[in-house]
């Protein structure tokens, strides 16, 4: 049997709709300045699909740094890994600037979350040790769980008294194996909005011993008073003891971090295959990472014109009617229902005759019969794109209760 044959047999879940979806609901194009509005198929839409959350891409001084970053050393330097060829003075006073942001002793740089995060998780834990996660975790915890070869245990999303019933058993199983428990949660669940519950998660700690780990990739830069993370937020700090973000969200970059005690970082510098092993962060995006780490922190205009656009959107969502679910973040989901065609008859109606282009989530991520259209505001948003959406949502509602969609994708023409 040839390898290959799976490819022609069957392109997965999200595969089988490549023939009708391809560059309009999968992998789209949008061209022109990052920003709120973009060309999507030569016409210009209202964005409402990236996580630009801070309008940072395109402010002037992050393009400059981005572009003299660029200009003094190339994509190339360093060259190798930090270990071997690729250690520089910005890498490290980057590590610094972070740790000191979100008031941990170390962080060390990835070069991207996702493949840094299955790299912390696989180095985290051992044969002895379980972990305990949240059913909704990213795919990039998930994946990190795959090399574990010990025991793990998932409780339904923010249930804390499955937790507790779950770290019972691994508190069971460690005390025989001799292991620890690892818990690893995010901070801002990116498809719903909602947060981790950390109050309750290291209220278990009292009687519970494990270690927290939280991925605050929507969180980092958002929630807290000086946006520095979900921890923050619930002022629960000292009890998380690895906070991870990514700069692909508030701070419009590339990369990521972890952060947390100094000897835990070292262990994962010395250890952690997908930083020992791949290249290091190219200088461009490291200078590009300070400038934008320097304007979150001394610049909180940029959040507070965030929040302006969040609470308006979701007030003006809720009172006309829309179910966003229970979001407590920027991360803004309208919940409608119908199938995958209805689905896809409503995207379209929003992109062509509203020119707004969200994403959009369909059965498996959500259950059968949900329809998630997500909506992710952004500093760069203006109040007019706010009350010009709610509108068009609510038209949308109402067509689709007058079974205005018809339930086909077929019936979708000139894509
Ligand atoms: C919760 C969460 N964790 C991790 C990642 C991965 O981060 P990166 O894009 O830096 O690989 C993402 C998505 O980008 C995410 O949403």
């Known amino acids: 049997m040839d390898v290959f044959n799976k490819c022609t047999v069957n392109l997965g879940p999200l595969g089988i709709y490549a023939d009708q979806a391809e560059g309009y609901f999968m992998f789209p194009k949008l061209e022109g300045e990052i920003g709120n509005k973009m060309i999507f198929k030569g016409k210009e839409r209202l964005i409402w699909s990236l996580n630009n959350y801070l ?3 395109n402010h002037p001084e992050v393009r400059k740094a981005d572009a003299d970053g660029a200009a003094k050393y190339g994509m190339a330097y360093p060259m190798g890994a930090r270990m071997m060829s690729g250690q520089t003075n910005f890498h490290q006073q980057l ?14 740089l990835l070069n ?3 493949q840094g995060m299955v790299s912390i998780i696989d180095n985290m834990v051992d044969r002895k040790d379980v972990i305990v996660y949240d059913s909704e975790a990213h795919a990039c915890i998930l994946d990190g769980m795959r090399l574990h070869i010990g025991k793990r245990f998932v409780y339904p999303h923010n249930n804390m008294e499955s937790l507790e019933k779950q770290l019972q058993r691994a508190t069971k199983m460690t005390e025989e ?4 428990i690892l818990v690893i949660t995010e901070g801002v669940y990116g498809m719903s ?3 981790g519950n950390l109050k309750a998660i290291v209220a278990l700690k009292e009687k519970y011993n494990f270690r927290l780990l939280v991925d605050d990739a929507h969180g980092f830069g958002t929630m807290g008073p000086t946006g520095a993370g979900t921890d923050e937020h619930f002022g629960v700090r000292k009890d998380v003891d690895l906070y991870f973000g990514t700069f692909a969200k508030s701070m419009a970059g590339i990369g990521g971090f972890i952060a947390g005690p100094k000897q835990v970082i070292k262990y994962l510098m010395y250890n952690m295959r997908s930083q020992i092993f791949a290249k290091s962060l190219p200088m461009p995006m490291v200078i590009g990472a300070l400038k934008r780490l320097e304007l979150i922190r001394t610049q909180p205009i940029h959040r507070e014109k965030l929040w302006i656009i969040v609470n308006a959107l ?3 969502l809720t009172d006309a009617g829309l179910n966003i679910g229970n979001t407590e973040s920027p991360v803004t989901p309208v919940m409608l229902y119908g199938g995958v065609g209805e689905a896809t008859q409503i995207t379209f109606d929003l992109r062509e005759n509203y020119n707004i282009f969200c994403s959009i989530v369909t059965y498996p ?7 998630l259209l997500r909506l992710i505001p952004t500093a760069a948003h203006t109040l007019d794109d706010v009350a010009y959406t709610i509108k068009a949502f609510k038209e949308v509602k109402e067509k689709l209760e007058q079974n205005k969609y018809p339930t086909s994708m077929a019936d979708i023409g000139g894509l």
């Open 365 to 371: 991520v959500v259950p059968k019969g949900v329809i």
């Open 95 to 108: 590590e610094r600037e972070l740790a000191d942001y979100v008031g941990r002793e170390s962080a060390y």
């Open 193 to 195: 909005g909602d947060l």
């Open 314 to 316: 979701q007030k003006g």
């Open 55 to 57: 309008g940072l891409a």
């Open 177 to 180: 194996t001799g292991g620890g």
């Open 112 to 114: 991207y979350g996702y």
